[in-house]
Structure formats: structure tokens, C-alpha cells
């Protein structure tokens, strides 16, 4: 098994930053490319981010391209996420995910692996 908690949520105004991490703990060797998800108030959950286990393969949903920045630190077992330029829009519950599967190229949905979530707010 394979613990997930992710930080770093909050409110902040609109063109403001935040950083999420997600610390995993357990059977680590057993993740492959790690995710970033979010679900806003009615809608359902849709990817953001990826980053393979190698760190050579990033991915972005093309709402996240060019504002956010996924990282990973296999040393801390630790993914983060970097968001800039936020809009009201990105308000959801931010969710890390991992794959215990290894995809020659990393998909974007079927993680074995989710946390809690963290709540990000932007206020207009």
C-alpha cells in the first residue's frame, strides 16, 4: 500500500501562487508516474498534471500548460505542484494520485493510489 497527504492549499487572490506538495509513504518503489488532480463544486474530477518516475515525462491538462509546473523528488518521496497566474477558476480540491502501474508513456486516469485532497481557493 501506498500513503498519499498532500499541503500546501489555501486562499489566494487572483495572479497569485501557491505550491502543493504530496508526500508518499509506504511501498514507494511500487510508484510509477505521479498526478495531480482537482474537482471543483459539480463537477467531476479532471486531471491536471503528471510527472514519470524518471522525471523525463511531464504532461499537463491544457488548462494548467503554462501556469503550473509539476517536480517530483524521488529522494523525499515527494511530488509538488507549482501554480502560478491562478484564476478563480482553479478553485477545486487539488488531489495527488500515484500509479503503481508502469506506462511507457504515463496516463492520465486509472491511479491505484489517491490522498485526502487540499482545498485551493482563488478569490477574484
Known amino acids: 500500500q501506498v500513503q498519499l497527504v498532500e499541503s500546501g492549499g489555501g486562499l489566494v487572490q487572483a495572479g497569485g501562487s501557491l505550491r502543493l506538495s504530496c508526500a508518499a509513504s509506504?511501498?514507494?518503489?511500487?510508484?510509477?508516474?505521479m498526478g495531480w488532480f482537482r474537482q471543483a463544486p459539480g463537477k467531476e474530477r479532471e486531471f491536471v498534471a503528471l510527472?514519470?518516475?524518471?522525471?523525463?515525462?511531464?504532461r499537463y491538462a491544457d488548462s494548467a500548460e503554462g501556469r503550473f509546473t509539476i517536480s517530483r523528488d524521488n529522494a523525499k518521496n515527494t511530488v509538488y505542484l507549482q501554480m502560478n497566474s491562478l484564476k478563480p477558476e482553479d478553485t477545486a480540491v487539488y488531489y495527488c494520485a500515484a500509479d503503481s502501474v508502469f506506462w511507457p508513456v504515463p496516463r492520465t486516469q486509472g491511479y491505484d493510489y489517491w490522498g485526502q485532497g487540499t482545498q485551493v481557493t482563488v478569490s477574484s
Open positions: 509506504g511501498r514507494t518503489d511500487s510508484v510509477y508516474a
Open positions: 510527472i514519470s518516475r524518471s522525471l523525463s515525462n511531464t
